[in-house]
């Protein structure tokens, strides 16, 4: 069974950095394509950052030099580093596997204040 788990939400402001994880079970990361989403009330859900299993990393437009997406194989996470955080970012973050269909984890909130 896969489970994904995110955690390092919170509240910063604006400038400051915060590191999201998702530790994942029943999935190997390093062999599907996982990446990290965000989504606002009334919004679609939207990628942020997407790493392939062979490591190649896009990222949307808006954190192109902000943002790092990154795995630990060793511990089976994922990571999304995010500097220069602005109040845009604040959006609740999923880390999401590509199998046979999506599997998502419970989100965390991430909140940018002015």
């Known amino acids: 069974q896969v489970q994904l788990v995110e955690s390092g939400g919170g509240l910063v402001q604006a400038g400051g950095s915060l590191r999201l994880s998702c530790a994942a079970s029943?999935?190997?990361?390093?062999?599907?394509?996982v990446g990290w989403y965000r989504q606002t009330p009334g919004k679609q859900r939207e990628l942020v950052a997407r790493?392939?299993?062979?490591?190649?990393?896009n990222y949307v437009d808006s954190v192109k030099g902000r943002f790092t997406i990154s795995r630990d194989n060793a511990k089976n996470t994922l990571y999304l580093q995010m500097n220069s955080l602005k109040p845009e970012d604040t959006a609740v973050y999923y880390c999401?596997?590509?199998?046979?269909?999506?599997?998502w984890g419970q989100g965390t909130q991430v909140t940018v204040s002015s």
């Open positions: 999401a596997a590509e199998l046979a269909r999506y599997y």
């Open positions: 790493i392939s299993g062979s490591g190649d990393t």
């Open positions: 029943g999935v190997i990361l390093r062999r599907v394509a």
